[in-house]
């Protein structure tokens, strides 16, 4: 159940901020903003996933079937940047009017039971630094969001996604295969004229496009965890 965040009635909340499967992050892709694709694409791959209007949303890739993170260790989690989608849970953006608020996901799984976590308030009502931090975040989350139509419309407009399988041999001789996600066709972004190529990148897009052709180096990096992980005795 989504909350407006207040210091009354969730004077006393913690959230654990660790990483693992048992706060929800088995899940094998999150949402991306071009604002974060630099960072993402030393460790995830960069592809978008279409949505139900004839559009597209950029995610990365933690693993290679529903439910399963592949950055998931006994540890904790295994890349040096996570992403904002990650990084903000339990909490979200509410927009009223021009005003942006703090939501809460009280049934998330990182909404702490006792004296675990962080707190969110302090003990007389004001913010701590944990929440000034998610505050941040989803302030950067909202406006990379913001940037994604953009960036996607000319994608579409220069017909530069294209729909991918990734196969994925296993040891014993058997194949799996990722299906449902697109990326850049690197064929087509060669032959653009200079013109349209000044203009992707006058709009800022043309660094985000190669970020996220880079990333794509990581799907056999995600294969190569994923074997390790189901065929350890291979590895």
């Given at each position: 159940?989504?909350e407006?965040?207040n210091?009354?009635s969730h004077?006393d909340l913690?959230?654990i901020t660790?990483?693992?499967a048992?706060?929800?992050?088995d899940?094998?892709?999150?949402?991306?903003t071009p604002?974060?694709?630099r960072?993402?694409?030393?460790?995830?791959p960069?592809?978008?996933?279409p949505d139900?209007k004839?559009?597209?949303?950029?995610v990365v890739?933690?693993?290679l079937?529903n439910?399963?993170?592949?950055?998931?260790t006994?540890q904790?989690w295994?890349?040096d940047?996570?992403?904002?989608?990650?990084?903000r849970?339990?909490f979200s953006i509410?927009?009223?009017?021009?005003?942006?608020r703090?939501?809460v996901?009280?049934?998330?799984?990182r909404?702490?039971k006792?004296?675990d976590g962080?707190a969110?308030?302090?003990?007389?009502?004001g913010?701590?630094?944990?929440?000034?931090?998610?505050?941040?975040?989803l302030?950067a989350?909202?406006e990379?969001?913001?940037q994604?139509?953009d960036?996607?419309?000319?994608?579409?407009?220069?017909?530069l996604?294209?729909?991918?399988?990734?196969?994925?041999e296993?040891?014993?001789?058997s194949?799996?295969?990722?299906?449902?996600f697109?990326?850049?066709?690197?064929?087509?972004?060669?032959?653009l004229s200079?013109e349209?190529?000044?203009?992707l990148?006058e709009a800022g897009h043309?660094?985000?496009?190669?970020m996220?052709?880079?990333s794509?180096?990581?799907l056999?990096k995600?294969?190569?965890?994923?074997l390790?992980?189901?065929y350890?005795a291979?590895?």
């Amino acid at each position: 159940m989504l909350e407006l965040l207040n210091n009354i009635s969730h004077k006393d909340l913690r959230v654990i901020t660790r990483r693992g499967a048992q706060w929800g992050d088995d899940i094998m892709s999150a949402p991306a903003t071009p604002y974060e694709f630099r960072s993402l694409q030393g460790f995830y791959p960069i592809v978008f996933q279409p949505d139900d209007k004839g559009s597209f949303l950029p995610v990365v890739l933690f693993g290679l079937e529903n439910g399963e993170n592949l950055f998931l260790t006994d540890q904790g989690w295994d890349a040096d940047y996570l992403p904002l989608s990650m990084r903000r849970l339990p909490f979200s953006i509410g927009i009223s009017g021009e005003e942006m608020r703090i939501m809460v996901e009280m049934e998330s799984k990182r909404i702490s039971k006792g004296p675990d976590g962080e707190a969110v308030f302090l003990p007389h009502g004001g913010n701590t630094e944990y929440i000034e931090e998610v505050n941040s975040i989803l302030s950067a989350l909202h406006e990379g969001l913001e940037q994604v139509p953009d960036f996607i419309q000319s994608l579409q407009a220069n017909d530069l996604l294209e729909s991918f399988v990734l196969d994925v041999e296993r040891p014993d001789g058997s194949h799996g295969q990722l299906l449902g996600f697109f990326m850049i066709n690197e064929d087509k972004l060669a032959a653009l004229s200079p013109e349209t190529v000044g203009l992707l990148h006058e709009a800022g897009h043309l660094e985000n496009i190669y970020m996220a052709i880079a990333s794509l180096a990581n799907l056999n990096k995600l294969i190569r965890r994923k074997l390790a992980r189901d065929y350890p005795a291979n590895a």
